[in-house]
C-alpha cells in the first residue's frame, strides 16, 4: 500500500511537494520508482523531463526496462514501448554528470572530445610515465603506480604543490629498527 502511494503520490491529488522514500535492501525501491515513473509517462509527464539516477549501469538499465514494461502493458502496444524508452535521462550519477558536461563544455572551457580515466587507467597511466622516465628499472626502488597515484591525487585535491607536499609528508616511513641503527 506504501509502495501504491509513491508511485501515485501527486500525480492525481493536490499533493505536489517532493517525496522521499526510505528504504532498506529488498524492500521493492527498484519496483515502487519503476511504478512511479511509468506512472508518470501515463499521466502525462513527458518522459524527456525525467531524471532517472543510480549508482550502477546494471540498475539505470534494469529501471528503465521496467518502466518500457509497465507502460507497454498498460497500452499493450508497441507504440507506447517507445514512449517509455526516450527516458533520456536515465544513467548512473557518473554517466549523467559526464553527459552534463559534455553538453555545456564549451560554456565551461572544455572540449567536448575530454575523456575521463577511471583509477585503474590514471594507475596505468602512471606506470607509463614511470617507464618513460626510467624509474621502473633502476636499482633502487621507487614509487609504485598505485602510490604514485594516491600522492598525484592528494596534491590535486589539496590544491598543494608537489615538492610541498611530499616535504611535508615524508613517503618513506622507517621501522622502528632501521631507526635504531
Sequence with gaps: MDQRR?????????TD???LIIAGAGSGKTNT???RVAHLVLNG???RRLLLMTFSRR???EMARRVAHIV??????NGSMAAA???SWAGTFHGIGARLLREYAHQIGLDPSFTIHDREDSANLMNLIR???????TESRFATKGTCLAIYSRAVNASEALGRLLRARPLVRQSPRRRAA
Excluded: I, M, Q, R
Excluded at 507497454?72 to 502496444?77: E, L, R, T
Design 33 to 35: 520508482l519503476a511504478h
Design 131 to 137: 617507464h618513460d622516465l626510467g624509474l621502473s628499472n
Design 6 to 14: 509513491a508511485a501515485e503520490h501527486g500525480v492525481e491529488t493536490d
Design 72 to 77: 507497454g502493458g498498460a497500452f499493450k502496444s
Design 45 to 47: 509527464t513527458d518522459p
Design 85 to 87: 524508452a526516450a527516458l
Design 17 to 19: 511537494g517532493a517525496l
Design 59 to 61: 540498475a539505470a538499465a
